[in-house]
């Protein structure tokens, strides 16, 4: 039986799945047509559910999908009054899921329209650019517990990953924020005890536990926190921004090393130097260097074939 939900499905197949088919089994080199139209669509739906999930609209697209096969159902059984209430429900569908997404569509136009694409399809800002930004919140922070002399532990991870540190801490997963930093280690708050962990531009966990450093070199004034801190950065490349509950001052762990009672400004050149200009030189080399070695072997291979 073949179910009527608007259009005659079999004519359908036979006119266009069939014969494209058959073009296929014509022209081979159509599949890779086929295949980066697939993969576009495929991306601009996975888009779309992106832009619409958690909104209202997503509960809308449950309801949209039970009436679809609610409609299928009632074919597949033969209750035509219900399958021809639904088939004419269907009908409606197009001008439906206009006014229903209304808010969404002209969400994504005014995107389009302002040159936004990257964060219509779901990509944020470059790397780069937020890695920096996300460094100018920790300063900020840090700067606003120092003012306060509240204790405070921030792991800024880096290449080495410090996962088995994030799992002994309560998850979050959230967004960088002087705010959200400030608030967690407000005194005589759940999360205050502990490191928070900040790994791929989120707050990944907080209340973490960090490997204290033992070494007898270390001096003795030092507290839990400032150990715990060179602790990390000896395991690990992370580094860690701490700030005093006795004095104020903010000190910053590298290395195995403690550079102590930094300004603000020495601060945001510290992390910068170390999080954003080493990292992302590297990567530039690598890729240039990479792109040379494919160059010369192009070369090579030009040169093999003239020379046969």
């Not at 507290?223 to 006795?246: L, N, Q």
Request: charged share 25%; glycine share 6%.
């Amino acid at each position: 039986m073949i179910i009527n939900l608007g259009m005659n499905w079999e004519n359908f197949y036979k006119d266009n799945i069939m014969s494209y088919i058959k073009s296929l089994q014509a022209n081979p080199l159509e599949l890779i047509t086929l295949i980066i139209d697939l993969a576009i669509v495929l991306f601009l739906i996975y888009c779309f559910f992106k832009v619409v999930k958690g909104s209202r609209a997503w509960q809308l697209i449950k309801g949209i999908a039970l009436l679809i096969i609610a409609t299928w159902v009632s074919g597949l059984f033969n209750l035509k009054i219900l399958n021809w209430i639904l088939t004419g429900i269907m009908n409606l569908g197009v001008i439906a899921i206009i006014v229903i997404f209304q808010p969404e569509l002209r969400r994504g136009l005014e995107q389009l329209g302002t040159n936004k694409l990257a964060r219509f399809f779901g990509i944020d800002k470059d790397v780069l650019s937020k890695t920096k930004e996300d460094i100018y919140k920790v300063v900020i922070a840090a700067t606003e517990l120092s003012k306060s002399k509240t204790g405070a532990l921030i792991v800024l991870e880096r290449d080495i990953k410090i996962q088995d540190i994030i799992s002994t801490g309560i998850p979050m997963n959230a967004e960088v924020s002087p705010q959200l930093l400030v608030n967690i280690f407000e005194p005589k708050t759940p999360l205050h005890d502990g490191a928070v962990v900040i790994a791929g531009n989120k707050i990944a966990a907080a209340a973490c536990v960090l490997p204290l450093a033992d070494d007898k070199d270390i001096a003795k004034e030092l507290g839990t926190r400032h150990r715990a801190a060179i602790g990390i950065s000896k395991e690990s490349d992370s580094i860690v921004v701490i700030v005093s509950e006795e004095t104020g001052k903010i000190s910053v762990a590298k290395d195995g090393t403690l550079i102590a009672d930094v300004r603000e400004d020495v601060l945001k050149k510290i992390l910068i130097s170390n999080i954003v200009t080493k990292r992302f030189t590297a990567e530039r080399k690598e890729r240039k260097e990479t792109l040379k070695k494919v160059k010369e072997s192009m070369k090579k291979e030009k040169k093999q074939e003239e020379n046969k």
